[in-house]
C-alpha cells in the first residue's frame, strides 16, 4: 500500500464541528444537513456509519470526497486537512459512490486507465489488471460500462476507487441493489482490504450489515452523531425489544407494582414493556400478573431503528 504521509497518523479520518446547510431555492428551503460533527475513525479500523435515510452520511462523505463543499467545521483524512492540503487528503482516501453514475462509453479497463491518471499514478505503477481481476470483472475488461449489470458496474465503482491504493476505502450504502452472491464477494474481498491493513468505513441503513463487519460503530441521525462506541457496546444499547400485553380489563393508569421496568400505557390500551434481551418474557409476565393485570393477548415487537434512534436522541446523557 502507497502511503503518502510519512508517519501512519493515528486517525485515518477525523472531522470537528463538521456542518453543512444545503442552500435552498424558491421551492426548496434551506436544509442543515450536518450539525457539527465531531468523529475520529481511527487507522486499521473497520468503522460503520450507521443511520436511517437522510441522516446526512453520503453529505459526510462527500465532505471528504471533495464532491460537497462544507459549511463549516474541520477534516481531515490520514492527518491531512481537506482545506490546507487538499491533493494530499484525497490521495489517501477511495470512496466508492452510493450512486451509480458512470460514463457509459467507456470498458471498466479505460475507466480505470483513466482514473488512474486523474490520479498522477505513474503507468509503472498501475495495477488495473490485478484490481479488475479482484473485483471479478477481468472478463468484462473491455464491455462497455452501459452493458453491464447492476452489481457490475458497483464492483466497477468500487475498482474505481482502489486505483491509487489508499490507505482509507469509503463504501457509502454499497450493498443497495446488490443480490446476496454478490453482496458475499464484495464483503470477502473489502474484508481482505482491511486484513492487509486498509482502514474501512461502511455507510450503511442496515443494522446487521454493520453489526456483522464493523469493529466501531457511529450512529448519526438528523445530521448529528448521538452515539460511538465499539459494536459490542452499540449493540447492547439497539437490543432491546418490546412486550406489547393486551389486559383484560381497560387499564386507567400505568399500574403500581412495575417500577423498574421501562412500562407505558399506549393509546389503544395496551401495556408495552421495553426489555432487553438479556430478561427473559417470563420474569416480565409475573411481574404484570403480580400487579394485578390479567393478560387477554400478548405479542413482542422488535426494535424499530428509527425509533432506537429517535430514544437516543431524546435520551438524557
Ligand atoms: P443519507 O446519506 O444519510 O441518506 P444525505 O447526506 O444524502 O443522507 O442527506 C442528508 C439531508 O440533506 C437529507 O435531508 C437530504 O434530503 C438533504 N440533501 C442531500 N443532498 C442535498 C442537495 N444536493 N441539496 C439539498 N439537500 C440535500
Ligand atoms: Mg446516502
Known amino acids: 500500500m502507497r502511503d503518502p504521509s510519512p508517519h501512519a497518523p493515528d486517525f485515518a479520518i477525523r472531522a470537528e464541528g463538521l456542518e453543512k446547510t444545503y442552500r435552498g431555492d424558491r421551492k426548496t428551503p434551506p ?13 486499521g479500523s473497520f468503522f460503520g456509519l450507521l443511520g436511517p435515510n437522510g441522516a446526512g452520511k453520503s453529505t459526510f462523505i462527500n465532505i471528504l470526497g471533495g464532491l460537497v463543499v462544507k459549511s463549516g467545521g474541520k477534516a481531515s483524512i490520514w492527518g491531512y486537512d481537506i482545506d490546507a492540503d487538499p491533493r494530499n487528503a484525497r490521495g489517501a482516501i477511495g470512496i466508492v459512490p452510493q450512486e451509480l453514475n458512470m460514463d457509459p462509453f467507456f470498458s471498466p479497463w479505460e475507466s480505470l486507465e483513466m482514473q488512474a491518471g486523474f490520479y498522477g499514478v505513474p503507468k509503472a505503477e498501475r495495477r488495473s489488471e490485478e484490481i479488475l481481476k479482484a473485483v471479478g470483472l477481468w472478463d468484462k475488461k473491455d464491455a462497455y460500462a452501459r452493458t453491464l449489470s447492476g452489481g457490475m458496474k458497483r464492483r466497477l465503482l468500487v475498482a474505481k476507487a482502489l486505483v491509487h491504493a489508499p490507505p482509507v476505502v469509503v463504501l457509502d450504502e454499497p450493498t443497495a441493489g446488490v443480490d446476496v452472491e454478490l453482496r458475499r464477494q464484495l464483503w470477502a474481498y473489502v474484508k ?14 442496515y443494522l446487521e450489515e454493520a453489526q456483522e463487519l464493523c469493529d466501531t460503530i457511529a450512529i448519526i441521525n438528523h445530521g448529528e452523531v448521538i452515539a460511538c462506541e465499539p459494536t459490542p457496546q452499540i ?18 393508569a400505568l399500574p403500581a407494582g412495575l417500577d423498574g421496568l421501562d412500562a407505558t400505557l399506549r393509546k389503544d390500551g395496551a401495556l408495552a414493556i421495553s426489555y432487553a434481551s438479556s430478561q427473559t418474557v417470563e420474569s416480565l409476565l409475573e411481574r404484570v400478573k403480580a400487579a394485578g393485570v390479567s393478560i387477554k393477548d400478548l405479542k413482542t415487537e422488535e426494535p424499530d431503528l428509527e425509533d432506537v434512534f429517535v430514544s437516543m436522541t431524546s435520551a438524557p446523557g
Open 31 to 43: 436544509k442543515r444537513a450536518l450539525k457539527g460533527i465531531d468523529l475520529a475513525i481511527p487507522r
Open 235 to 252: 449493540l447492547s444499547r439497539l437490543d432491546r425489544r418490546t412486550l406489547v400485553i393486551a389486559p383484560q380489563a381497560e387499564l386507567s
Open 192 to 205: 481482505e482490504l482491511h486484513a492487509q491493513g486498509t482502514t474501512i468505513v461502511l455507510t450503511t441503513h
